[in-house]
Nanobody, 124 residues
Framework: QVQLDESGGGLVQAGGSLRLSCVVS????????VGWFRQTPGKERELVTA????????WYADSVRGRFTCSRDNARNTVYLQMDSLKPEDTAVYCC?????????????????WGQGTQVTVSS
């Protein structure tokens, strides 16, 4: 089992920044992928960014590239999502998730373990 614990959401004005954290614990393989998804009511869950643990691969959705940065701290088993230049359309519940195989990183179906989510609200 893998456990995920997110933190760092909140309310921020447009143009501001937030940093989300996702602590990964439990029985994790040597290589896995951590994805950050976001979801708003009535919309499908969307992958924002993903990072391969044990490798150097990182992916970003076009809507956040250049504004969001995904990084990891191996010693703390933590993945961070630094969100800068936030826009009202970034408002959503953000969840981190773990994929233990080599599946389509853009699809939620490829992820087995999920955190509880944290709310990010960007006011205009």
């Amino acid at each position: 089992q893998v456990q995920l614990d997110e933190s760092g959401g909140g309310l921020v004005q447009a143009g501001g920044s937030l940093r989300l954290s996702c602590v990964v614990s439990g029985h994790t393989p040597s290589t896995y992928t951590v994805g950050w998804f976001r979801q708003t009511p009535g919309k499908e869950r969307e992958l924002v960014t993903a990072i391969r643990w044990g490798g150097r691969s990182t992916w970003y959705a076009d809507s956040v590239r250049g504004r969001f940065t995904c990084s990891r701290d191996n010693a703390r088993n933590t993945v961070y999502l630094q969100m800068d230049s936030l826009k009202p359309e970034d408002t959503a519940v953000y969840c981190c998730a773990v994929q233990t195989g080599l599946y389509n990183i853009w699809s939620p179906e490829g992820y087995t373990y999920w955190g509880q989510g944290t709310q990010v609200t960007v006011s205009s």
